[in-house]
């Protein structure tokens, strides 16, 4: 199998990824889509900067070399831009199981450490359960740090001789043995959420890297292409913060007149990166243009301006919230750029997925991937509410039905609905 070019990830990095990609995800539970529903993320850039200038997004990065996306719609394909995993045709292409019915599943998950996880993995449950699937095991580690433990439940799950496996990584490049390991077991997986990166698993998860150079070419396009700005780092090492940071990048690329001034670590906690910007603020009187971060600490970085005296700058912000969508809606002159991710429709997309590959509907490609759904000022007062606390740090789920409808899903299959 051929490896990706990608950074490879430490042991504790990765673990900690339970407590940084999750909360990039969002956190709100958003009541169930009905199935065929409309809709659809799309990638539409935050900007409308010329292709090559400051403020536009990066084309044609989608990591293809065997061409596997000429097979969805161009604005599917988009929707892969900057995502670092290489494409590859599903092993399980060709699959359908002997079974017209009573499936069972595994279920390995995380400990519900994050509401979003909480939200999705009950969402994953729900669903199952709906569809007349046996739960025959649901496991999760005691915290998001114990990768041992979640491997060694994996393994339990594999025993168990399930239908097909649900599974949510701690660690996604150990987890590439065990999706061999349930291939060889003629195990269908599903990777709810942290993508893996083989073609033994079909992987349902959101583009961060595309999104977070989204509600960047926003940001710095709101200032014109030039100025200064700080960057708010995430967990150092992970991959939240490493797909973030390659989505930033992508933008800077183009903008030689925006200087970084500064950088902190906010580890994906709004109080935390609200101290750290503080800190930075009071060495730095003269504040900054714009802030560009990692994700979710939106209200905590605006926070911390207001409380040093200082006007927001524009902030990018992946991961928005309830409060600062509601902050944004309060100052209509502020140019606001953040994104949504329902986790209820999440949960039930993942499933949706493993029922295909069980029926012999055929994935084409072993990563569906969505975009996410960007907000701007254009369709701010559509997902959020004025009359939310500013400071609520409760996610901004949007509409359940902008994640992967029935009909984009379709897409996906070789032949849906067989």
């Given amino acids: 199998m051929k490896k990706t070019s990608f950074p490879r990830f430490t042991t504790v990095g990765a673990a900690i990824l339970g407590a940084g990609t999750l909360v990039l995800t969002g956190c709100s539970a958003s009541a169930p889509a009905a199935p065929g529903s409309a809709g659809g993320a799309t990638p539409g850039p935050a900007s409308s900067a010329a292709a090559g200038t400051c403020g536009s997004l990066p084309t044609g990065t989608a990591n293809d070399p065997n061409g596997l996306l000429a097979g969805v719609p161009k604005e599917i394909a988009a929707g892969y831009n900057l995502y670092p995993y290489e494409i590859r045709k599903s092993a399980w292409a060709d699959y359908k199981s002997k079974k017209t019915d009573g499936f069972t599943a595994g279920i390995v998950g995380m400990p519900p450490a994050s509401p979003f996880i909480a939200s999705m993995s009950e969402a994953i449950r729900s669903s199952l ?124 690329d183009n903008c030689p007149e925006v200087k970084v001034t500064g950088s902190v670590t906010g580890f994906f906690q709004p109080a935390k990166a609200q101290a750290e910007v503080q800190k930075f603020l009071a060495t730095n009187p003269a504040g900054v243009d714009a802030v560009l971060q990692a994700g979710t600490m ?121």
């Avoid at 393994?155 to 590439?176: G, H, Q, R, W």
């Avoid at 409060?323 to 606001?336: I, T």
């Fill in 129 to 252: 359960k709906a569809n007349g699937v046996k739960i025959v095991g649901d496991f999760a580690p005691d915290d998001p740090s114990n990768v041992p433990l979640q491997l060694q439940q994996f393994n339990e799950a594999l025993s168990l001789k399930p239908d097909v496996i649900i599974y949510t990584a701690i660690a996604p490049e150990p987890s590439v043995d065990l999706a061999k390991a349930a291939h060889d077991a003629g195990i269908p997986l599903v990777a709810a959420q942290i993508p893996i990166d083989s073609e033994y698993a079909v992987s349902v998860t959101r583009n961060t890297p595309l999104a977070v150079a989204q509600v960047t070419a926003g940001t710095v396009g709101a200032l014109g292409g030039k100025g200064t700005v700080l960057r708010v780092e995430g967990i150092p090492g992970i991959p939240a913060s490493t797909f973030a940071n390659l989505g930033i990048d992508a933008v800077l």
């Fill in 298 to 418: 939106g209200v905590g970085i605006r926070s911390a301006f207001e409380e040093s005296g200082m006007d927001v700058p524009p902030i990018a912000d992946d991961g928005s919230s309830h409060g600062f969508s509601s902050w944004a809606l309060a100052n209509p002159d502020y140019p606001f750029f953040g994104t949504t991710t329902p986790s209820v429709r999440t949960g039930e997309a993942v499933v949706d997925v493993a029922l295909r590959i069980l029926k012999g509907e055929g994935p084409k490609i072993n990563q569906i991937v969505e975009p996410s759904v960007i907000v701007s000022r254009e369709n701010l007062a559509k997902v959020a509410d004025r009359s939310w606390d500013h400071n609520d740090l409760t996610d901004l789920a949007g509409a359940p039905e902008d994640y992967l409808p029935t009909d984009r899903l379709n897409e996906f299959f070789a032949h849906p609905g067989k």
